[in-house]
């Protein structure tokens, strides 16, 4: 056969062309232009180097005739190619093997082997089912099926028959039982009452119609109480029963397909019984407490007493009571209490007992004083015939589990007791009873919580070598021990353990060039407290390196200058001396002959603490610096009387410099020239250099003497400021919650003879957590501080927060630090601000006026809040009041540190004593600002004595009257607040503004001189909700 075409082909070429070979047919193929090659290859007769050809173009055919004619002729010549024998047609066996599986109630799965041949479908014979059986088809290629619909405890048989398409097939035949519908799974009793008892099972997972309970009738025999219920229930009430009797309750599911078999349960319903075990104790001269059993199935209980000469009185109490504090009994006399459960509307018998209250006081005062991490000093009043006193002290139920329950009995003669050995951070419920020879008598309850382990502070690096470092920290309070921990980058951890009058320690035997981890735990008795941890490098291996300066130190301080001495060694050509204040600043340097051993650094400021690098030098090479920090001393001031010139209407005293010789560099943000100074994380990568640690122990010791004795004095009216917006969450808000926790854990004594706390939110809408003087001890502070709770509050604009620390500052200013609000007059106000962000309003103009009135601002930033704004923030105030933290956890760093200053901070007196004869105010230029020199052209040299209708000395009825001591509070009215700091508006009206709240506290300040009558108030009053008026005119007028 010949095969000619000029393409391909449209249907496969396979098929066709195997059997044209199997039958013997030698196939040529010649292909023209588009004729697909390999196609044609595959068609022609093997080899198909001999039977196929092909050309590019049809006139080229001629090309090839006389080579086709030859081969034809040749192949002409040769025998004919054999033929393949077809195959045998393959034998049909089964289907076979027929498998009941998955067998179910209504459902089973058939499964068999599958018939040879080409099975065109299997036909599945179902009998019985109804009287012609019933018939299912499935496709060839199947060889399972799931048959539903099926009875529940019926035999069934099946058959599958194999169909071909021009035959039937074998079949095959097997026979199954479905199983029975299911019955309710754990029947159970679950409450048994007097007259009812409470059914429950579980819920089957098929689909039901319902369930019928049935319950046969004692007293009616062959009769059973029955109660149809929906199948979504689990569980029913049997009421309507006799008491005391026993009873078997069955339950069966109803089904689509029918009931299942019954389950039974017994059941006995309770007896009317008494309570067991009425106590009554803990008399006092008013009061009894009752305490018995419960009895199961009462639904409550009615408690009874009365006395001889009274009349019987009575409480009706719920079933979850089991003691009744009785009250408004008399003392030293004798009760009968009875006590008897309720059944419904069915009382159980009556237990009675008596008992006498105490003629004699109880305790009034229990009090807890120098708290610390594992011990407390409780102390009371002592109680007149008193034989002695027990004590009792354990967690509080969210405490559980970190402490045990302890008691002890001490003497008459003993009204205070130590508590050692307790658990940091946890509350303790406390109770004192007064016992009289074998009689307990009344107690007194109280709760205490311990301060958490505290951070190790001031935690740094000395000085290091190629084989050591060395590091100082400051006193702990409270620890047994320091545990220092170090470790390469890849390597072992090695712990040392050092007592707790210890504060530096030398790391030997360190490797060359390697970073190294260190951290250091406080170590409270068998507790560890939080690690503080930082890394240093070691200095390489240079053999030309300068080795440093031995045994610098301060040897004499002035007010203007430090005197330096160190040892002189052989070998330098000279020191170079550095040094800066350590706040921020221009750094400068001296170089010093090599046989200098002492030198005095002169220039200096005031009160100021410095940073001093000594390093030897031989040639051009310099050896490791070693650091130093020394304050100057404070300038000894006269007191001048200012002369009568227009201020604020607070007096502002001189503030006393913090006698601190050393600022914790890692926690406060210091400025230089303009510039926010880096702040160090607590695990720093650049290396750093000090003082030797006998150095920082003797600058460090005095602090720390000091800051006890400074929050011992602390009194002052204290307020949190807290961020509340989005961009906090739930979780970061919590950590901040703790924090104020620990920071007010600190204050020794809070109500009105101490500090006063309160607690404010921001975001968009400030609000008041609570005031002043809301609470009035410390315990109460602290549980409302561990119930605030996060609300959020601000619009999200994009991928920013909107921040409104502005209209916060004003609202406490406004709302908080006012008389009403139970502010005092006469002691420090603090505001402490926490944030995390940037303000979206100014935030100066209301830090000015809280400035003014003397208000000490505490700023701590977190993580994304600006530095620069949180100098603003405290305005005028010491760069020591500003505080900065990289996350939310670093928060615990700064704890301690904060506490110092707010401590600090309560300890200065800024309201002199107005009352005397003669007023003097005392100004410091340096740290008091007249908010309106703003609006002010006038120089210093140009104020004068303000003129009016009296001279300095007033005659008799002319002066207005005494102005109220202290401070008391921004005053708002009229309609116009100060502090609602728009978000749009003119420039020109924003600054009307300013002039308005700037000129009221004018007023207020001529008034409270002296040289205004009250009815200037009037005045006073009425431009505070004006924009448009004349400050001189509405002056001359008022003066």
């Given amino acids: 056969m010949i095969l000619i075409t000029d393409g391909r082909s449209a249907d496969s070429i396979e098929e066709p062309a195997t059997r044209l070979q199997d039958k013997g047919v030698t196939v040529y193929t010649v292909g023209i232009k588009s004729a697909d090659k390999n196609e044609l290859k595959r068609i022609a007769s093997d080899p198909f180097e001999e039977y196929y050809l092909f050309v590019e173009e049809f006139h080229l055919l001629n090309t090839i005739l006389a080579k086709i004619s030859r081969r034809l002729c040749f192949t002409a010549s040769e025998p004919p190619r054999p033929m393949r024998p077809a195959p045998l047609a393959e034998k049909i066996i089964g289907p076979?093997?027929?498998?009941?599986?998955?067998?179910?109630?209504?459902?089973?799965?058939l499964s068999w082997t599958p018939a040879t041949g080409d099975v065109m479908s299997y036909r599945v014979v179902i009998s019985p089912y109804s009287f012609a059986g019933r018939l299912i088809v499935i496709d060839g290629d199947e060889h399972a099926i799931f048959v539903t619909n099926l009875k529940p405890s019926t035999e069934y048989s099946f058959t599958v028959v194999a169909v071909y398409a021009d035959e039937i097939g074998d079949l095959t035949t097997a026979s199954g039982k479905t199983s029975a519908l299911p019955r309710v799974t754990n029947y159970r009793v679950i409450e048994r009452g007097l007259f009812s008892l409470k059914v429950a099972w579980t819920l089957p997972l098929e689909p039901l119609v319902g369930y019928k309970i049935y319950i046969p009738r004692i007293n009616r025999p062959g009769l059973a109480y029955e109660q149809n219920i929906k199948g979504d229930v689990s569980s029913h009430l049997i009421d309507n029963l006799q008491e005391d009797k026993d009873y078997t309750i069955s339950i069966y599911a109803v089904y689509p397909e029918g009931p299942s078999d019954p389950v039974s349960t017994t059941g006995r319903t309770l007896k009317l019984m008494a309570v067991e075990e009425l106590i009554l104790e803990n008399a006092m001269t008013d009061t009894v407490q009752a305490k018995w059993l419960p009895v199961k199935g009462a639904t409550g209980y009615r408690l009874t007493w009365g006395s001889s000469e009274g009349d019987l009185q009575n409480v009706n109490l719920g079933d979850s009571y089991q003691f009744y504090m009785i009250q408004g009994l008399q003392?030293?006399?004798?009760?009968?209490?009875?006590?008897?459960?309720?059944?419904?509307?069915?009382e159980g018998p009556v237990v009675s007992g008596k008992t006498k209250t105490l003629a004699t006081s109880s305790v009034h005062t229990l009090r807890a004083s120098s708290i610390t991490t594992n011990s407390a000093v409780i102390t009371w009043n002592a109680v007149p015939g008193a034989t002695g006193y027990r004590l009792a002290w354990g967690p509080t139920p969210e405490f559980t589990g970190r402490d045990r329950p302890r008691q002890v009995a001490v003497n008459s003669s003993t009204t205070s007791h130590q508590l050692k050995h307790l658990a940091s951070n946890t509350e303790y419920v406390l109770s004192l009873y007064v016992v009289f020879n074998s009689v307990v008598g009344p107690g007194i309850t109280t709760t205490v919580r311990t301060t958490p382990l505290g951070y190790v502070s001031n935690f740094r690096v000395t000085t290091y070598t190629t084989s050591s470092v060395s590091v100082v920290w400051g006193t702990t309070i409270g620890a047994t021990e320091y545990q220092i921990t170090w470790r390469p980058t890849s390597g072992v951890t090695q712990t040392e353990y050092v007592d707790r009058n210890t504060l530096?320690?030398?790391?030997?035997?360190?490797?060359?060039?390697?970073?190294?981890k260190i951290s250091i735990n406080a170590v409270y008795g068998n507790s560890e407290g939080p690690a503080v941890s930082l890394s240093q490098m070691t200095a390489s291996l240079d053999s030309g390196q300068v080795q440093s300066v031995k045994e610098l130190k301060v040897i004499e301080t002035g007010s203007n200058s430090l005197k330096l001495s160190w040892k002189k060694m052989p070998g330098f050509s000279g020191y170079r001396i550095s040094w800066a204040l350590l706040r921020g600043g221009p750094e400068r340097t001296r170089v010093v002959p090599a046989d200098t051993t002492l030198y005095v650094i002169s220039g200096l400021e005031a009160s100021s603490t410095y940073t001093i690098r000594v390093s030897a030098m031989v040639g051009s090479r310099q050896g490791t610096p070693i650091v130093v920090s020394a304050q100057t001393r404070s300038k000894r001031k006269s007191s001048v009387t200012a002369k009568p010139v227009v201020i604020l209407p607070v007096a502002l005293a001189t503030k006393p410099a913090l006698a601190s010789a050393f600022w914790p560099e890692a926690r406060h943000l210091n400025s230089s020239r303009g510039k926010s100074a880096s702040v160090p994380t607590t695990t720093p990568t650049r290396r750093i250099t000090a003082t030797?640690?006998?150095?920082?122990?003797?600058?460090?010791?005095?602090?720390a003497s000091q800051d006890r004795a400074v929050c011992g004095r602390a009194k002052a009216d204290i307020v949190f400021l807290v961020d509340e917006s989005w961009s906090i969450g739930q979780d970061n808000f919590k950590k901040i919650r703790d924090f104020l926790f620990r920071i007010v854990s600190y204050i020794p004594k809070i109500g009105p003879a101490g500090s006063q706390v309160a607690v404010a939110h921001y975001s968009d809408n400030p609000r008041t957590e609570f005031r002043l003087n809301q609470y009035q001890d410390r315990n109460s502070v602290l549980r409302a501080i561990r119930g605030i709770q996060y609300g959020g509050g601000n619009t999200r604009t994009g991928e920013t927060f909107e921040i409104f620390i502005a209209r916060g500052i004003g609202y406490v200013l406004k709302e908080l630090f006012q008389i009403t609000a139970g502010m005092r007059q006469n002691v420090p106000h603090i505001l402490v601000l926490l944030t995390d962000g940037r303000s979206q309003d100014e935030v100066e103009l209301p830090a000015r006026v809280a400035f003014g009135l003397g208000i000490k601002v505490i700023s701590v930033g977190i993580a994304s809040a600006d530095i620069e704004e949180l100098k603003k923030i405290v305005y005028r105030g010491p760069r020591s009041n500003v505080f900065f933290v990289n996350t939310f956890d670093d928060l615990p760093l700064i704890e301690r540190e904060l506490v110092e200053r707010i401590c600090a901070e309560a300890t200065k007196i800024e309201f002199p004593n107005q009352a005397a004869s003669e007023t003097k105010t005392y100004i410091n230029n340096q740290q008091t600002e007249s908010v309106i020199s703003e609006t002010s052209k006038h120089k210093p040299a140009d104020v004068r004595k303000p003129e009016g209708p009296c001279a300095s000395q007033c005659s008799k009825?002319?002066?207005?009257?005494r102005a109220q001591q202290g401070f008391t509070g921004l005053h708002t009215s009229g309609g116009y607040d100060s502090f609602a700091f728009a978000e749009k508006g003119e420039k020109g009206e924003r600054v009307m503004i300013t002039i308005c709240s700037l000129f009221i506290l004018l007023l207020n300040a001529f008034e409270k001189q002296g040289c205004i009558p009250k009815s200037g108030q009037t005045e006073v009053t009425q431009i505070q909700g004006m924009k448009d008026f004349s400050p001189v005119e509405t002056l001359e007028k008022s003066a």
Avoid: C, W
């Fill in 96 to 109: 076979r093997d027929l498998v009941i599986s998955e067998l179910s109630y209504s459902s089973m799965r």
């Fill in 331 to 346: 003392a030293g006399s004798e009760y009968t209490v009875t006590v008897n459960p309720i059944f419904g509307d069915i």
């Fill in 504 to 516: 530096s320690y030398h790391i030997g035997n360190l490797n060359p060039e390697t970073h190294y």
């Fill in 692 to 703: 030797a640690s006998a150095t920082a122990r003797r600058v460090l010791a005095p602090q």
């Fill in 957 to 961: 009825g002319q002066k207005g009257e």
